[in-house]
């Protein structure tokens, strides 16, 4: 179970980084037409979402991998699951149903690593 727990972190840790990396590194004109919700959000928002997700990708590695507080892997894990689920009601809000079984594979994902990751503690 621990080499699957690694892969799906490694997976989601590159995801939020590439993601994160985006939001805070382009413009808000320059992420609209990919992900719409950022139209109508302050560019603020748009970065600290950014700056969330990459906090998050290295949470999911980093401790664990180190052995140096590896108590905060699940709680970024847990962090992610809520960022995700904030990310599935606001594209709810915004009429983009198509986009929420995404959403919420991913926070299914971050919840399997939490779970397990809070198990082998």
Do not use: C, D
Request: aromatic letters at 8%; hydrophobic letters at 65%; proline letters at 5%.
């Amino acid at each position: 179970m621990n080499i699957a727990v690694w892969i799906v972190s490694g997976l989601l840790a590159l995801l939020y980084v590439f993601t994160g990396g985006a939001k805070i590194l382009r413009s808000k004109e320059a992420l609209a037409p990919t992900m719409s919700w950022t139209r109508s959000a302050k560019p603020g928002v748009i970065k600290a979402v950014g700056i969330l997700e990459i906090l998050g990708a290295v949470g999911l590695i980093l401790p664990w991998l180190t052995g140096i507080v590896p108590i905060l892997t699940p709680i970024a894990a847990v962090g992610l699951v809520l960022l995700q689920a904030g990310a599935i009601v606001v594209h709810i809000r915004i009429g983009e149903a198509k986009s929420v079984p995404f959403n919420a594979t991913l926070l299914l994902l971050a919840a399997f690593v939490a779970v397990f990751r809070f198990i082998a503690l």
